[in-house]
């Protein structure tokens, strides 16, 4: 791999895609330290400093934003906005005809639908600045610190606080977009891997500090390279399904007759599920915090049966949740029915199917048993990194998880292989041997 990064940055113009990359990385880092004005630096570092509230139920959106989030800097809503507004595009497609008829139209359908989620994008970061800077204000990030956050509570400084974060969202969500044109890989994963690498040697420090430092140090890294090496086996295994393509005059040239394959991939879901669920779990932990010291007997059952990340109910809806979602997305992103037209109208067929539907009821049958093992297999994944943390006496909010593993390996392995196509068009041998 060494080799690979040295015959890399010997290519000039690969070189630059590569520097050009690092440094709008390093830009979206420096933002991440940059306060929102309105924000009292000092008691927002005395707060985390006294590891009180720990981020509670905003522990996952503060693990994507690479820890601006807590500190409300400037990215505090890193790309999560433009993540949510992509997501929501995606099912309006299934939804609204005519945004199923613009992503048919090839790259003007999609340029529009494009503009169609960055306006999304603004009008999510809106609503969700203005949730965050209000929590600030009352306390909902660090319910036990006593400092002011905010201490000026004016209205102009508010506005100035929402603008400040709609407008780092849009500078984030526009370095995004030019990593993607003029760098290496899609540039909303790397923003979102650099976000979650950067709250990696914070969570080792966590466990080093720890009662039994050696021993709970030891097993969590055994534990997350057994994981990272599953994930990686799954994450590159297929289900090809052969694909024959009939000979065709067109004119006086003989078309067709080659063959080919559809890659079903065993998790074709990605990460999705994973963000889903652990989003959805956690409107319990919020409602509870929202109630405070109450007596009530209904909260007292969430916070022992569905808030503790530990409890039997809590991991048996977490599997549930990551099934439905897997499934959920599968159907949503990948459509049996279109793939069965498109074969038949170019004159392919699956051997042994009959082409049309026949070949969408076939095709339809395979991903069902592929998202099956698919789904299961994330559950294991989410579940195993937190069950060795609890398991060991650690915290288990914790951001050594499933959905920091999923993207970190899967953003990485994306990467290399757009690397090494570059260095393969230039007939280098490249990072895989």
């Given at each position: 791999?060494?080799?690979?990064?040295?015959?890399?940055?010997?290519?000039?113009?690969?070189?630059?895609?590569l520097?050009?990359?690092?440094?709008?990385?390093?830009?979206y880092?420096?933002?991440v330290?940059?306060?929102?004005?309105g924000?009292?630096?000092?008691?927002?570092?005395?707060?985390?400093a006294?590891?009180?509230?720990?981020g509670?139920?905003?522990?996952?959106?503060?693990?994507?934003?690479?820890?601006?989030?807590?500190?409300?800097?400037?990215?505090?809503?890193?790309?999560?906005?433009?993540?949510?507004?992509?997501?929501?595009?995606?099912?309006?497609?299934?939804?609204?005809p005519r945004f199923?008829?613009?992503q048919k139209?090839g790259?003007?359908?999609?340029?529009?639908?494009?503009?169609?989620?960055?306006?999304?994008?603004?009008?999510?970061?809106?609503?969700?600045?203005?949730s965050?800077v209000?929590?600030?204000?009352?306390?909902?990030?660090?319910p036990?610190?006593?400092?002011?956050?905010?201490?000026d509570?004016?209205?102009?400084t508010?506005?100035?606080m929402?603008?400040t974060?709609?407008?780092?969202t849009?500078?984030v969500?526009?370095?995004?977009?030019r990593?993607?044109?003029?760098g290496?890989?899609?540039?909303m994963?790397?923003?979102?891997?650099?976000?979650?690498?950067?709250?990696?040697?914070?969570?080792?420090?966590?466990?080093?500090?720890?009662?039994d430092?050696?021993?709970?140090?030891?097993?969590?890294?055994?534990v997350l390279?057994?994981?990272i090496?599953?994930?990686?086996?799954?994450?590159?295994?297929?289900?090809?399904?052969?694909?024959?393509y009939?000979?065709?005059?067109?004119?006086?040239?003989?078309?067709?007759?080659?063959?080919?394959?559809?890659?079903l991939?065993?998790?074709?879901?990605?990460?999705?599920?994973?963000?889903?669920?652990?989003?959805l779990?956690?409107?319990?932990?919020?409602?509870?915090q929202?109630?405070g010291?109450?007596?009530?007997?209904?909260?007292?059952?969430l916070?022992?049966?569905?808030?503790?990340?530990?409890?039997?109910?809590?991991?048996?809806l977490?599997?549930?949740?990551?099934?439905?979602?897997?499934?959920?997305?599968?159907?949503?992103?990948?459509?049996?029915t279109?793939?069965?037209?498109n074969?038949?109208?170019?004159?392919?067929?699956?051997?042994?199917?009959?082409?049309g539907?026949?070949?969408?009821?076939?095709?339809?049958?395979v991903?069902?048993r592929?998202?099956?093992?698919g789904?299961?297999?994330?559950?294991?994944?989410?579940?195993?990194?937190?069950?060795?943390?609890?398991?060991?006496g650690?915290?288990?909010?914790?951001?050594?998880?499933?959905?920091?593993?999923?993207?970190?390996?899967?953003?990485?392995?994306?990467?290399?292989?757009?690397?090494?196509?570059?260095?393969?068009?230039?007939?280098?041998?490249?990072?895989?041997?």
């Amino acid at each position: 791999m060494l080799s690979g990064f040295l015959s890399a940055f010997r290519t000039p113009d690969l070189r630059k895609k590569l520097l050009f990359t690092l440094g709008i990385l390093a830009i979206y880092r420096l933002g991440v330290a940059v306060p929102t004005p309105g924000v009292s630096y000092s008691n927002v570092q005395q707060c985390i400093a006294s590891n009180v509230g720990g981020g509670g139920p905003l522990q996952i959106l503060n693990l994507f934003s690479g820890g601006a989030l807590l500190q409300l800097s400037v990215f505090a809503l890193g790309i999560m906005p433009y993540i949510t507004a992509s997501i929501m595009v995606q099912l309006l497609r299934v939804l609204i005809p005519r945004f199923e008829a613009l992503q048919k139209e090839g790259p003007d359908g999609q340029a529009k639908l494009t503009q169609y989620t960055r306006y999304i994008t603004v009008g999510f970061a809106t609503l969700q600045s203005a949730s965050y800077v209000t929590m600030a204000r009352n306390g909902v990030f660090f319910p036990n610190c006593n400092a002011e956050i905010v201490p000026d509570q004016s209205w102009n400084t508010i506005t100035t606080m929402v603008l400040t974060m709609v407008a780092g969202t849009v500078l984030v969500m526009w370095m995004g977009e030019r990593i993607t044109e003029r760098g290496i890989g899609n540039g909303m994963s790397l923003l979102i891997f650099t976000s979650v690498a950067a709250s990696f040697p914070g969570a080792i420090g966590t466990i080093w500090n720890s009662s039994d430092r050696v021993r709970n140090t030891t097993v969590v890294l055994l534990v997350l390279l057994a994981v990272i090496a599953a994930v990686v086996y799954v994450e590159q295994s297929q289900r090809r399904i052969p694909v024959q393509y009939a000979k065709r005059m067109v004119g006086r040239r003989m078309l067709g007759g080659s063959s080919t394959y559809i890659p079903l991939k065993i998790n074709m879901a990605g990460v999705i599920p994973v963000i889903f669920a652990a989003s959805l779990l956690q409107l319990p932990v919020v409602i509870v915090q929202f109630a405070g010291n109450s007596s009530s007997p209904w909260v007292s059952w969430l916070q022992n049966n569905v808030a503790r990340t530990s409890s039997p109910l809590n991991i048996s809806l977490y599997i549930v949740l990551i099934i439905f979602f897997a499934y959920f997305y599968t159907a949503i992103t990948f459509n049996p029915t279109d793939v069965a037209d498109n074969m038949k109208k170019y004159g392919g067929f699956i051997p042994g199917i009959r082409p049309g539907q026949p070949t969408a009821d076939y095709l339809d049958y395979v991903l069902s048993r592929i998202t099956a093992a698919g789904s299961l297999y994330l559950a294991i994944a989410a579940l195993v990194p937190t069950m060795s943390l609890v398991l060991l006496g650690l915290n288990a909010s914790i951001p050594l998880g499933a959905t920091t593993i999923l993207i970190l390996v899967g953003v990485g392995l994306d990467t290399v292989k757009r690397i090494q196509a570059q260095l393969e068009q230039r007939r280098y041998e490249g990072f895989l041997k």
